[in-house]
């Protein structure tokens, strides 16, 4: 089991383009949730998806979204980007239920010129 | 509102010396605290957790309900404990069924010098 993916790595946009995210999850785990950790910061809650509905959200903008598929892997889709929006955003999965550890994948560097 | 404080950036300290790194959350609740770590080049992972009350390479935390703290202890640093600490509470963990959603502070750089 690779633990959770994320892809692209490495991302470059420029302001007012759209970007799409991708997480596949560990396996067996049916809950995934997106963090954005700007540089010198600690990963911020941006939302978390269980059963293809967003079930907690975080304080981002709805320009901020995203998407759970039926095989339980995720994207996250910012629009209109902002150079703020520049940052690693991480992906976390874990299975559902009381006491279960999150996992974090390796993180997407988005850079916003 | 959730928040957890980290008052420092960084801390040095040599080979075998006591590590302390300090964490103070505010929550209404009854939280759930964590230590995740962040070794160069490797993602973020879970050092250890208040509930399991287990000791991992040689770390240990007590919540401290009174104080809000949930400081990171080590008796003898080794050079293989640099690393990125970062303190996290799940709050809202029991209310909704299930599913963290984790509140982080912004980390201290442990450098443990020869």
């Known amino acids: 089991d690779a633990g959770v993916t994320q892809s692209p790595t490495h991302l470059i946009k420029t302001r007012g383009q759209q970007v799409t995210l991708r997480c596949s999850p560990k396996s067996g785990h049916d809950t995934v949730s997106w963090y954005q950790q700007a540089l010198g910061q600690g990963p911020q809650f941006i939302f978390q998806?269980?059963?293809?509905?967003?079930?907690q959200r975080g304080n981002f903008p709805d320009r901020f979204s995203g998407h759970q598929f039926p095989n339980y892997s995720s994207e996250l889709n910012v629009n209109a980007l902002l150079l703020g929006d520049s940052a690693l955003y991480l992906c976390?999965?874990?299975?559902?239920?009381?006491?279960?550890?999150?996992?974090f994948g390796p993180g997407t560097r988005l850079t916003v010129l | 509102a959730q928040r957890v404080t980290q008052p420092e950036k960084l801390l040095s300290v040599f080979k075998g010396a006591p590590v302390e790194l300090k964490c103070n959350y505010s929550?209404?609740?009854?939280?759930?605290l964590f230590w995740y770590v962040q070794y160069s080049r490797q993602r973020l992972q879970l050092l250890l957790r208040h509930i399991s009350r287990e000791s991992i390479k040689g770390f240990t935390a007590d919540l401290n309900k009174g104080e809000t703290s949930f400081h990171l202890k080590k008796p003898f640093a080794q050079e293989e404990d640099s690393a990125m600490y970062y303190c996290?509470?799940?709050?809202?963990?029991?209310?909704?069924?299930?599913?963290?959603?984790?509140?982080f502070g912004t980390g201290t750089q442990l450098k443990v010098e020869l």
């Open positions: 976390a999965s874990e299975r559902r239920g009381i006491g279960h550890e999150q996992f």
């Open positions: 929550y209404s609740g009854s939280p759930e």
């Open positions: 996290a509470l799940s709050g809202d963990y029991i209310l909704t069924g299930g599913g963290n959603k984790l509140t």
């Open positions: 998806y269980y059963e293809e509905e967003e079930r």
